[in-house]
């Protein structure tokens, strides 16, 4: 079934009961071989899904490809000097707090942890994971291992480049028969003008296109859009983030 929405380590808010545990990946720090800019998360593909978990009552924890320090990419940050992200206030707030300084400060890679031990997973996005995340044999085997326990397993904007190559155990792809969303091209095309040259080395909407067997959709330019097929659920940029979160908390309250 379609459902579209428009709309730490261990952080949580203190006083709510906590119902479950939430698993958050994000990519290490990497360099733009395009760009040559140095790359990382989205910081609202991560703060804005974190808050609706957290306002929802679900502990956090991030992890990350390599483990270690994470970084935001820079036109994500709303104090970076090009104004790009200046209206994410929820990123900024965020920002002030020493919990989330500190989940940033010191992650754990992906393979030290078990899937069995979460209610969900969540990918975050950012420029990193289409450097960091296509190919990743690791994160593929720990998002098909959520997927088919029947968990709730969600992905955002670039980091939905996973789904490109991901199968399940039967060797299938795991988009197979299933309707997704990511990276939109007029996006890409919107940011390539912008900062006039081409950011990305290969465009998600472009290859997704090419797959058998799949159907991938994508709405208006920078809306928020969010997916939900059975338990995959969906978003095409950083403003999704929390459409795809609320999807994950209506799964896992269900």
């Known amino acids: 079934?379609?459902?579209?929405?428009?709309?730490?380590?261990?952080?949580?808010?203190?006083?709510?009961?906590?119902?479950?545990?939430?698993?958050?990946?994000?990519?290490?720090?990497s360099v733009s071989k395009q760009t040559n800019w140095p790359i990382g998360f989205w910081a609202a593909e991560l703060t804005h899904p974190l808050r609706v978990f957290q306002e929802a009552g679900y502990e956090v924890e991030l992890v990350s490809t390599e483990g270690g320090k994470l970084e935001m990419d820079g036109y994500s940050n709303p104090l970076d000097e090009s104004g790009y992200s200046a209206h994410d206030v929820i990123s900024l707030g965020y920002m002030q707090q020493s919990d989330f300084k500190a989940m940033l400060e010191n992650t754990k890679k992906l393979t030290e942890v078990d899937a069995k031990n979460y209610d969900a997973v969540f990918l975050v996005g950012g420029q990193g994971p289409m450097y960091t995340f296509r190919g990743n044999k690791d994160l593929e085997q720990l998002f098909v291992s959520f997927y088919e326990s029947g968990k709730p397993s969600a992905a955002v904007c670039h980091s939905t480049t996973l789904l490109l190559e991901a199968k399940k155990s039967n060797g299938e792809l795991l988009v197979k028969g299933k309707t997704w969303t990511g990276f939109a091209d007029a996006e890409e095309e919107f940011a390539d003008q912008a900062v006039g040259m081409k950011i990305q080395p290969?465009?998600?909407?472009?290859?997704?296109?090419?797959?058998?067997?799949?159907?991938?959709?994508?709405?208006?330019?920078?809306?928020?859009y969010a997916i939900q097929d059975g338990n995959l659920i969906t978003g095409q940029q950083q403003n999704s983030g929390a459409a795809v979160a609320e999807l994950v908390v209506e799964l896992l309250n269900k």
């Open 1 to 29: 079934m379609e459902k579209v929405k428009e709309v730490n380590s261990y952080v949580h808010f203190h006083g709510v009961p906590v119902k479950g545990k939430i698993l958050l990946v994000a990519s290490s720090p």
């Open 202 to 224: 290969y465009r998600i909407e472009e290859e997704a296109k090419k797959l058998q067997e799949t159907t991938f959709k994508v709405a208006a330019p920078f809306s928020s």
